[in-house]
Structure formats: C-alpha cells, structure tokens
C-alpha cells in the first residue's frame, strides 16, 4: 500500500513538473561543446544575436582545452573574412576550461593580433595595450564575453562590463584573433564560422 502510495507521489510530481515546465517563462537552449554550456543567442545593444558556430582554443600539441566558446551573429555566415568587415553586431563568449592568468591572455591578444591585423595595425596597437590592460585572472567556469559593435568593442569579464576600446577598425581586426588567417588554433575558427555545431 505504502509501495504504492509513493509510486502515485512520484506520478503527481512528474505532472506537476511537466506542467510547470510547459507554463513557465519559455526555456533558453544551449549549445554544448565538450561539456560546456553556451547559450543559442545572445542580446547585445538590444538586437538578438544567433549561434553561428562552436569551437574550442587548444593550446600546445597536446591539445589542452582552454577555452570553448562561440560565435554570435545578426546574420549567419560561414565565409570569416565577410564577418569580420560587416557593420553587423557579434560577440564572441567565452567560458574557461582552465585557469588562465592575465598575463597569458594579454600574451595570446598580442600574438593573435600581430599574425592577423590585415589594415590600419600600427594605428590601432595602442588598443591592444588598452585591451591588455582589462585581462584578469579567469579561473575555470568563469565566462568572458567580446561584443564587436560598429563603432567599438566593449569587453565583459564574469558578466560585468570591464571597458570599451577602439572604433569600427579595431572591431573588425580584434575579431581576426579567433577567425582570421592564423587563428590559435584550425579547429576554433572552423567551429566558430559554421564547420561545427
């Protein structure tokens, strides 16, 4: 009878939590690379930004994951060069699979930036430095966040807005540190222009 009794308490339940779920605020879909959560879009300046693609930053030739993360765009696309010149808003977010200190992220931005500026580099050096100088220790789980707007980047560490830098050149260049010709690594700038999903 008690057998029972609980059996009937579980059913109810799993209604009341099917029910719940079907009258609730309307679910967020989630990418997942590699264990880690990202969402399907982001809003950023108030337009909805879609998932164009997934990928992982592997570093050395044992392929440490770093990072995963994923690329968010108005208008999808697969071709990387016409990403990184459109006026549209993107965002690139972040969530660590390691700890990462300052120092290696800021290293990473000036060497991924020196192997794929491609106009107005020595112009814009100076927002590298400014870029630098925003990194903080990441920790594993903590999410970082680039949104790449007409007129600047702005830079978000855990949620919070730490600093915008540059103008429309240095948004189109900054982005080439994941998709341009020499990104860190084959695999990140496939899956983030579409490859994978």
Excluded at 32 to 48: A, H
Excluded at 91 to 98: G, L, P
Excluded at 182 to 192: F, Q, S, V
Aim: net charge positive.
């Amino acid at each position: 009878m008690m057998t029972h009794g609980k059996t009937g308490k579980r059913v109810l339940l799993g209604v009341c939590a099917v029910a719940t779920l079907s009258l609730g605020a309307p679910r967020v879909s989630a990418a997942e690379i590699s264990g880690m959560k990202l969402p399907d879009q982001v809003t950023v300046e108030g337009k909805t930004l879609k998932l164009n693609g997934t990928g992982l930053r592997q570093a050395t030739i044992l392929k440490i994951n770093v990072y995963a993360a994923g690329l968010y765009l108005e208008n999808l696309s697969k071709d990387a060069e016409a990403i990184a010149n459109s006026d549209q808003s993107k965002s690139i977010e972040m969530v660590f699979m390691r700890d990462v200190s300052a120092k290696q992220m800021a290293d990473a931005f000036q060497e991924g930036f020196e192997k794929n500026c491609v106009a107005d580099c020595a112009r814009l050096k100076p927002d590298i430095g400014k870029l630098q100088g925003l990194m903080k220790d990441m920790k594993k789980g903590d999410a970082m966040a680039y949104h790449f707007l007409p007129d600047r980047v702005e830079v978000l560490i855990r949620g919070q807005k730490v600093g915008s830098i540059g103008d429309k050149g240095f948004s189109q260049q900054l982005i080439r540190c994941w998709i341009g010709k020499n990104p860190p690594n084959a695999g990140l700038k496939e899956g983030l222009v579409g490859g994978k999903k």
